[in-house]
Nanobody, 128 residues
Framework: QVPLVESGGGSVQAGGSLRLSCATS????????MGWFRQAPGKEREGVAR????????LYADSVKGRFTISQDKDKEKLFLQMDNLKPEDSAMYYC?????????????????????WGKGSQVTVSS
């Protein structure tokens, strides 16, 4: 069973919006760092945004600050990525990921290789 399942990707024109969802109900940790990553063809996987689920503290890549918002539902069973003012360079496969993490400061420092659970990805395509 896949513990994380993304949905909500698609195609949009530049300047448009999309909202990604990640079902996280199979992740039972209380202290967990949740993240969104993306990978475009021929490029390395990069972190987009992350959240320490217990406190809701967040961290964003510079490239998406002010445009993307990571959030969770009140039951902490779904993680969201609201993407506004999308640009063609945002086109990529987007992945939801999770790792047990003792604090927000530790969550901030987790490398993508440290994330233990991954979804299968959701494609986002932004046309100019």
């Amino acid at each position: 069973q896949v513990p994380l399942v993304e949905s909500g990707g698609g195609s949009v024109q530049a300047g448009g919006s999309l909202r990604l969802s990640c079902a996280t109900s199979r992740i039972s940790y209380t202290y967990v760092c949740m993240g969104w990553f993306r990978q475009a063809p021929g490029k390395e996987r990069e972190g987009v945004a992350r959240m320490f689920a217990l406190t809701g503290s967040t961290l964003y890549a510079d490239s998406v600050k002010g445009r993307f918002t990571i959030s969770q539902d009140k039951d902490k069973e779904k993680l969201f990525l609201q993407m506004d003012n999308l640009k063609p360079e945002d086109s990529a496969m987007y992945y939801c990921a999770a790792v047990a993490s003792s604090s927000y400061s530790v969550c901030q420092e987790e490398a993508f290789s440290d994330f233990a659970y991954w979804g299968k990805g959701s494609q986002v395509t932004v046309s100019s």
